[in-house]
């Protein structure tokens, strides 16, 4: 209890040092309507354009609010209207590709993410984790979508969706749902998505990413590869033994063996 609570001091401290000289990972690219986001156990508070963003940030956005959130690596996140974000772990730097980490969880809502340099040169070093599966990529543009199912569209690149069922994969063009943690994600037609998912989709997909991120995408625009399934079934096993792991407390990591603990 005590290292806990030292922890989250510590980590709270260091939060608040690091938004205002510079020294996060991210930062919010735009933000329209009503953001937030807390460091780790703090209360959230409203956040503008440029805000610093840390790992163990929690990102939520109100009715009708929009926010692109891009790390060092170029990676962006594109957050729709009610949606919880965590952004678990990240670690990069330009001249260590060793430690090259993403972690990422959503909680509800819709989200497009878009690779930058870290999925380019280390494919293994990416996770979201969502109730209904974790995903891994390989230089990709997608978007999620949780309603109970769980709904994924791919924009480019390819994704590979992991749960108890086993691993899905899915190349640009495709469109998929994932009924709960326990079945396999499959391929469905963009018209039977729900009218609400399809609205979000339409909605993050017409949002423009700067140059830099999606660094990887043209790579893996070809579709599916032997390589690709692996990578993603590598990044899914790892992030899915760790989110069942006995210490709760410790964010997910991805596949990078060499990365160092952010703690």
Known sequence: MLRSSLFALCFGLSSLIAA????????????SGDVRAAAGTAAPVSVSKNQSVVPGTTVTTGNGAQTVIRFDD?????????????????????????SDNIAMRLLKGAMRSVSGLIVSRSRNSFALLAPQATIGIRGTDFM??????????????????????????????????????????????????????????????????????????????????????AAGAAVIA????????????LPISATNTNAPHPF
């Open 74 to 98: 170029g990676h962006t996140v594109v957050l729709n209207e009610n949606t919880e974000f965590l952004v678990a772990q990240y670690s990069f730097d330009k001249d260590k590709p060793q």
């Open 20 to 31: 205002p000289l510079g020294y996060a990972n991210g930062i919010f690219q735009s933000v």
């Open 238 to 249: 790892v992030a899915v033994g760790a989110a069942s792991s006995e210490s709760s407390d």
């Open 144 to 229: 999620i979508a949780l309603v109970n199912p769980a709904y994924l569209s791919v924009l480019q690149g390819s994704i590979a969706a992991t749960n108890t069922a086993g691993t899905a994969t899915f190349a640009a063009g495709a469109t998929a749902t994932v009924a709960s943690a326990t079945a396999l994600a499959v391929a469905i037609p963009a018209s039977a998505l729900p009218a609400s998912v399809a609205a979000s989709f339409s909605n993050l997909s017409s949002v423009a990413i700067g140059a830099g991120a999606g660094a990887a995408s043209g790579a893996a625009a070809g579709g599916v590869t032997a390589g690709m399934v």
